[in-house]
Each structure stands twice: as structure tokens, then as C-alpha cells.
């Protein structure tokens, strides 16, 4: 992998555990996310006016992703409301890759080599590890897996996208589209009340809306330079980064299987980092 492409992707991982463990502690999780997607949209439309807008060609894709990535955040939100971080966030995360590298195989011809193959199985493993996966723990398990079927939709959908076109202005719009699917269920929900509580968290709406623009960017990017199934293993570091976030700040103290599947994850992300291409 590209070492500009491994900076990206290790920079975006780190961003995108901290954005998800600010929503995660957050009462209001669903309007936090909700009002970052409307925020990105509204304050970076005049840049993508700017840029020329959306090919027509990318229109579809615009729209399925933007679907996918709202039933994403749907189901993260119902994730976060039920289960710990320390094992909604690994398995969501670690399902991903062995999806991604299957959907970006068969649709975007992606050629996977033995090491980076190795580094996938490695990752998928260190994550399903940290999940820690117990009886009592099957409908955390099985949330999180319906967030991870939705990452790979979005992920094989945005790389494919990314090859045809300048990823901030496309990630801009996707994001806006997306806050305008989710917008009935939030206006319902929280009515004459969604100004209000978005004003008291506007700071956490803040940091969000910039983690998730820059993050996602950042993976974009990454996409347009190496083979997506080792940039969507690789951004599983990120699960690493959570279980200390998960220890240090919202209180889940970590267990053998999260520590012995953080050194997988370490070991699968060096495998893929060290594939050249």
C-alpha cells in the first residue's frame, strides 16, 4: 500500500473512533448525527457549486449510498442505545472488511494478494475477538452486524465513485442527501424541541460534523490509491483506538479478549500495510 494512502487511512481511523464515542456518550445520539449530516451539507454546498457539482453519471450511486447511509446511522444509533461501545463498535467495524473486500472483488475487480488476503483474515478475526461474543451478547452482536452489512454497501458504493470524481464535493452531498432522508423521523421524534437540544449540544454537533467530513474524506481519498479491501481492513485500527476510548472514558474496563484481539487487529493492519501496490 501507498504510504500516503496508509497515512489517510491510520489518520481517518483515528478520527472515526472519536466521532463515534462522542455519539455514543451523547444522550441524543440519532440529532447529534443528524444535525452534523445537515451541517456538512449546508455549509459545503457552496463549494461543491463551486467545484461544478455532481456528474450526472454519479447520480445513482449518490442516491444508493445515501439510502445505505442512512439506514447506517439508523442502526448505529439503535446499536450505541443498547449495547457498549467496547462491542457494538469492534464487531460493526470488524464485520466490514471481509464484506468490503467480497463486494469490491466481485463489482470494482479489485485483485487481492496473499499478504493483503492474510491481513483481511487477520483484522476480521482481531475484531470478532474483541467482541467477545457470549450469549447474552447475541442481540448486541446482531445490531452491530446489520451497521456492518450497511458500511460495506456505502464503502463499495463510495470507492467506486471515488475513481470517477473529487471525493469532498461528492462526500458533501451524499451527507446532505442523507440528513434529508433521516429528516422526517427527526422532525417527528423531537418536534418543536430539534432547535433547541441542537443548540445545547451544538459543540459535540460541531466536532462530529468535522470528524465525519474530514474522516470519510480522508478514506476517499485512500480509495482512489490502493485497493479498497485494504483500505477498509486497514481503517479497522480504528477498533484498537476504541476499546482505549471505551477503557478511559466511558468507563468499560477491557478484557482478555479485547486486549488479545486489539494485537490481532495490529498484526492483520500490518500485513496490509506492508502489500505493495
Known amino acids: 500500500m501507498p504510504v500516503h494512502a496508509l497515512a489517510l487511512v491510520l ?9 463515534n464515542a462522542i455519539v455514543k456518550g451523547a444522550t441524543h445520539r440519532l440529532l447529534i448525527a443528524w444535525w452534523s449530516l445537515i451541517i456538512i451539507g449546508v455549509v ?10 455532481i456528474a450526472s453519471a454519479l447520480w445513482l450511486r449518490l442516491g444508493a449510498s445515501a439510502l445505505a447511509e442512512a439506514a447506517y446511522f439508523w442502526a448505529l444509533v439503535r ?11 469492534p464487531v460493526a467495524r470488524g464485520s466490514a472488511p471481509a464484506l468490503v473486500t467480497l463486494g ?10 496473499l499478504l493483503g488476503g492474510i491481513g483481511v483474515a487477520f483484522v476480521v478475526a482481531g475484531i470478532l475477538t474483541i467482541g467477545g461474543i457470549r450469549r447474552e451478547r447475541y442481540g448486541d452482536v446482531a445490531r452491530a452486524l446489520l451497521v456492518s452489512v450497511m458500511i460495506a454497501t456505502y464503502s463499495v458504493i463510495d470507492a467506486s465513485a471515488a475513481r470517477m470524481t473529487s471525493p469532498v464535493p461528492y462526500v458533501i452531498v451524499v ?8 429528516a422526517p423521523a427527526l422532525v417527528w421524534r423531537y418536534r418543536a424541541s430539534l432547535w433547541s437540544i441542537g443548540w445545547n449540544e451544538r459543540r459535540s454537533i460541531a466536532v462530529v460534523s468535522l470528524g465525519q467530513l474530514l474522516g470519510y474524506s480522508l478514506v476517499l481519498m485512500a480509495f482512489g490509491m490502493a485497493p479498497v479491501a485494504y483500505v477498509g ?14 477503557w478511559r472514558w466511558l468507563g468499560e474496563r477491557p478484557t482478555r479478549h479485547t486486549i488479545a ?3 490481532l487487529v495490529v498484526v492483520g493492519a500490518v500485513c496490509v500495510a506492508l502489500v505493495r501496490g
Open 11 to 19: 489518520l481517518s481511523a483515528a478520527i472515526h473512533a472519536g466521532w
Open 44 to 53: 459545503g454546498l457552496p463549494y461543491v457549486i463551486v467545484q461544478g457539482g
Open 79 to 89: 446499536a450505541y442505545d443498547r449495547g457498549d461501545f467496547a462491542v457494538v463498535y
Open 104 to 113: 469490491a472483488t466481485l463489482f470494482l475487480g479489485d485483485r487481492i494478494a
Open 175 to 182: 451527507f446532505l442527501c442523507t440528513g434529508v432522508l433521516l
Open 233 to 246: 481492513a486497514l481503517r479497522e485500527i480504528s477498533v484498537v483506538l476504541a476499546v482505549a476510548i471505551a
Open 261 to 263: 484481539g486489539a494485537l
